[in-house]
């Protein structure tokens, strides 16, 4: 019987249960879909690096499935909450009526189970439908071939289920005893309890959302101007300002708002607009706080989507730079870029390898100048980034390399050589971090004395390629490349550079074995200093190496992301439900004095809209600051394309966000005009 | 005289075939422009049902109620908002003010929803709010004023949109005694000096008194009818008493 009526309380108040169900699912199907990445090697076909980097993916999804839970669960108990707090009443007539406790928790039990089941079971198809999809995502990120067949992942039901079951049980046990601490005068009284209302001053609020303004001015100016230093030693502060900042606007642009739009009568005696600024203004005190924190998790969330996403462009871009060659050897040099293998060059040729195996094979040379960093930019005032010190600056030397060579590098990249006049130059640099002050020092077009000839540099723009293929990315701070007579015989060379591009069926691991088995065999005949000493890296290896990196990140970003976005959508629909009964009597008076359905229905899609689109408005601003900031860390590893990660984020953005407004929009209306 | 509101033959049943309670039982009656008109009767007699229709917030059974000859009992639902915020207004017992708004903004609300031009709003206020003496409250929110304030606040919100018909329920209810007397003064004023045609319904005989004509209503039909004519309000008073007595006490049942 109890059962019976569990069910018919779930079917008649459902509207009530939609926001709780929607999360419920949502929730599952994001459990599943990111638990289920196991499945997915066997569709898509992976390298072993590959394979060993998807169990290391699986690993951390399932670690972060912890944290997620915790998150996940707190917001379905703060959800349960909310639904057990509309039925106050309804519990206390039970209670009148003299149904004993337990079976009161029996029904909230039943209707708990009820629900669970439901939205287990949508979350699940919903979520095997989303790892499908997740599938062809990360063999994209891959660029692996995708032999595409109907996966179900079984570990990953039952881990999602077990999950879920855990935060259930939580939940029937938090009922249970929340329904004993409740005294029966307070369920059945429980909607004639209403708030105290206090009206705040209005100019205080003026005075603060001016300093508001000017703490996120002030804070925007900081991080967009230094980002290393934002990012860096200043967090703790930057994050601080902007955090009280963000508090303060909030709190106080209700009244300001308010004082605003009083100064334009046409706009403040306009239908319901005095209604709803009034009534925004009167529950600022209670809701400013979940703005803020709901427009902090947003920024997380926006940050963690477009920055996941725009890493795998990033580093794909990268790739492409750093991996001019199937196989380059780089030996060591020292703290002054120098070289320190004597004739290396020779020694390598020397080397006893099956060449036949080879297409091609290059060596490029880097000349030393007498000329550092410091020379160049101190001159012109360019002070660099903050970080970089005069030291840093004057113990970076300039390098210089051949015109014949560079342009056999740029044929690698498909690219146009170069020609250059005597006196001129053309310079370029990979290391990210300076590329604004090189592009400074280009556009000044001032001319540098470089083995006894003055040059002037013809471009101001590179691109930022290596001249190996090696994961050390902006290696090279700053490069000439001048005509091959203009470098003498007797320039000291610091970098060389052994370049190879192996026949098609030649695999490049072994060919690096073959050659340290040559290395290692030639080091046991000559003493320390003349032993070949370096590192090899492999244009495959590269590739796997960042393509891994970007899969991590992105998953990671994607999960986060979107789990910050359903906790923030939760709390904002929650609370606007619940001060839903609290209005309706307002709404009651105004449909009395003859406002319109429309009109009404109005005012709440403006009262809604502002609760929702505010804090995303500002989490939005925030973020483009915010994300800058991390593209000048991640700049270290190149370019990427924002906008198109920006596309994707608002498109999961819209599409969670806004089944949120939407149904909270309908459960508002719903609440207030029923009868 | 011109009718501002004519009753003809209503019924009001609620239930279903088995069960049928006839809430308004074929009542008939028309009130004149500038009539103040009391309806008193016995709680579950049907008064506040009787308002509730004319009022549209409630549908009739059967019959017509046509207010400034439009028969409101035709409208569609779109058009019931529209008629009700241009051609009534309301005063309640628990007086029904927004307390997010101050006093001006309550009454300017009325206005407002009728897309009224802003230029025009602040010149009516003022004026309503001098008539009703509560031009030192418009500033004020409804939990810094006091019962008898708050209903004139109410008044003039009902007042300021110059509505055929005024419909205050049991206005007086939530009133200590000297307030009911200075809201009733404010509610004679209205009617005497702003034409205001008023329907007032209430079980407080002295509340009635005030009205120029009292309908008694018992079981859902007219029972009686009583008219001021040129009595003071004590002779008044004591006239419906009387008819109090004979309608509430039920003596006929007892003896």
Redesign the interface.
Known sequence: MYFKLALRNVKKSYKDYMIYFLTLAFSVCLFYTFNSFQEQEAVISMTEAQFSLMAGVTDIMVALSVIVAFILGFLILYANNFLIRRRKKELGLYTLLGMPRRNISAILIYETLIIGIISLLTGLVLGIFMSQMITVLTASLFEAELNYHFIFSMDATIFTILSFAIIFFIIMVFNTFILNRYKLIDLINADKQSEN?K?KNVYISIILFLLSMVLLGGDYWFAWHYPLDAFGLFLMPVTLVGCTGTLLFFMSLSGFLLKFIQTS??L????????VL??I??NINSNFVSMSVVCVMLLLSIGALATGMNLNKTLNNSVRMSTPYDWSYSPTRNEHYEIIIPNFEEKVKALPIDRSQVEEEIFLHQYATQHNLADVFEELHINGSLLVSHELLEATPISAVKLSEYNKLLENFHEDPIQLADNEAYVFSNLNLISEDITKFLESKKSLELFGHAVTPINTEYDEYMMATTGFVGNEPMVFVLNDEQIPDDAKMVGTYWNVDLKKETDADTFSDNVYRAIDGYNETVPPEEQIMGSTDTRQGIRENSKGMAVIFTYIGIYLGIVFLIASAVILALQQLSQASDNRK?Y??????????T?MDHSILQQLGIYFFLPLFLAIVHSVVGIKVVNSIVVYMGKGDLFGASIITGGIILLIYGTYFLVTYFGYKNILHQK | MNTILQVENIEKYYGNKGNITKALDNISFTVSKGEFVGVMGPSGSGKTTLLNCISTIDTVTSGHISIQEQDITKLKSGSLARFRRESLGFIFQDFNLLDTLTAYENIALALTIQKTKASAINDRVQDVARKLEIEDVLKKYPYQMSGGQKQRVASARALITDPSLVLADEPTGALDSKSSRMLLDSMEKMNRELHATIMMVTHDAFTASYAHRILFIKDGKIFNELIRGNDTRKEFFKRIMEVVTLLGGDTSNVL
């Open positions: 209302l009206i009568k046409t403040y005696y306009r239908k319901l607009n005095m209604f009034r009534q203004n009167a307002r009651l008076v105004l449909d009395k004095i003859g406002a319109s359905r009109m």
